[in-house]
């Protein structure tokens, strides 16, 4: 009977390993299920990561085109997009935004004076444009287009008395009193207790956001009618500072308190919350967070982007709950090194929808997040 079993058991075998042979030869373009959640949602399998050469990406349209400098404030400005690759926009400038057709660049010049870069194609030779300033130079920082994505309104800063940095706003214009090059230069006036500001971003309605410096002091919003409020920050007394805000006006991001934060508001006719904490501050070492952009489009739900603990983020928000929802997704690395940051960030219904920054040491955008 032993035999008889050994004979049977090895019938069985040989019948199973047919069977997966068969299996082998099925049709092999059935996918691979991907994991799910406990609620039945299918999980995303996570962001990818395509590096683009030596660029840090300050701005990015819905285009996906990137601009930025190689390497912090000392080097000269760069565009990258899918059809050209890398080029160099100009020596010993430091580009900040560019416009959604792609054709002006605005930054600052090797000289310190605001300018924009434009062109014919977005992979064409660009020509140097002046902006008038105070006479002390600054730079352009932000750049919203109108509808057929053109340069309209620009934002960043001069320097009047000269070194007091002031946020400024130049808007088209033809023949009036002090156009220049078609482009008319208005300042916005901080008021007390802040004396001096950067002008860092504006949205279509103008409305401005900055900080007294790079991280410290206070962070500002300027209405459209250069209404200032003094942001609260996470503490009495805390440094804070504003980097970005959306097309509604009702979210700014930022940093207060050596933590990445975000300020919220219902509509435009209400003050700003105090601001809710992006990053629960589990760096090993001293290492802060910071949020240095948004979706623009970004009205109930959406995404910002910026640093935590050396390392490009990614959050999640949604703020249409209460209280409002924060998902932190940390963006992958092209090699070894994770150190980086996620500078900028196009529209949610954009063709290209990317994130772009730095990390490993080289110019990335992200998609999939």
């Not at 660029?55 to 400005?77: C, K």
């Not at 014919?120 to 287009?145: M, N, W």
Request: hydrophobic share 40%; glycine share 14%.
């Amino acid at each position: 009977m032993g035999r008889l079993a050994l004979i049977r058991g090895r019938l069985a075998l040989a019948h199973a390993c047919a069977a997966l042979a068969l299996a082998a030869c099925s049709d092999p373009v059935a996918p691979r299920a991907l994991p799910t959640s406990p609620n039945g949602l299918v999980v995303a399998a996570g962001p990818t990561v395509t590096a683009i050469g030596n660029i840090l990406g300050n701005g990015i349209n819905d285009a996906g085109t990137i601009v930025g400098p190689s390497d912090g404030n000392r080097s000269s400005a760069y565009l990258w997009d899918t059809a050209t690759g890398l080029k160099l926009v100009a020596t010993g400038g430091l580009a900040w935004d560019v416009s959604q057709d792609g054709l002006t660049v605005g930054g600052k010049n090797a000289a310190g004076t605001p300018v924009l870069w434009t062109s014919a194609s977005v992979g064409g030779t660009r020509t140097e444009v002046a902006l008038p300033d105070a006479g002390f130079g600054g730079a352009v920082r932000s750049i919203v287009s109108d509808a057929g994505g053109a340069a309209l309104v620009l934002v960043g800063n001069v320097f009047t008395n000269g070194s007091n940095k002031t946020p400024a706003r130049w808007s088209r214009c033809t023949l009036e009193p002090g156009c220049l090059n078609g482009w008319l230069l208005a300042t916005v006036e901080p008021t007390p207790p802040i004396t001096e500001a950067w002008g860092q971003d504006v949205n279509a309605a103008g409305m401005i956001v900055g900080m007294e410096g790079t991280g410290c002091c206070r962070a500002a919003f300027w209405d459209s009618d250069g209404t200032q409020t003094v942001l609260t920050p996470l503490a009495a007394g805390a440094a804070a500072s504003a980097w970005g805000i959306n097309d509604a006006g009702t979210l700014i991001v930022g940093q207060s308190n050596g933590a990445a934060v975000m300020w919220v508001r219902s509509n435009t006719t209400l003050p700003f919350a105090a601001p809710i904490r992006l990053d629960g501050g589990s760096c090993k070492s001293s290492a802060s967070s910071i949020a240095y952009a948004l979706n623009p489009d970004l009205e109930s739900a959406g995404t910002i982007v910026g640093q935590t603990c050396g390392s490009p983020v990614a959050w999640k928000v949604n703020i249409a709950v209460s209280p409002p929802t924060v998902l932190r997704v940390m963006l992958p690395s092209t090699g070894k090194s994770t150190l980086g940051v996620a500078q900028s960030i196009n529209r949610s219904t954009s063709s290209r929808h990317r994130i772009a920054g730095q990390v490993n040491g080289t110019g990335v955008y992200w998609t999939s997040f």
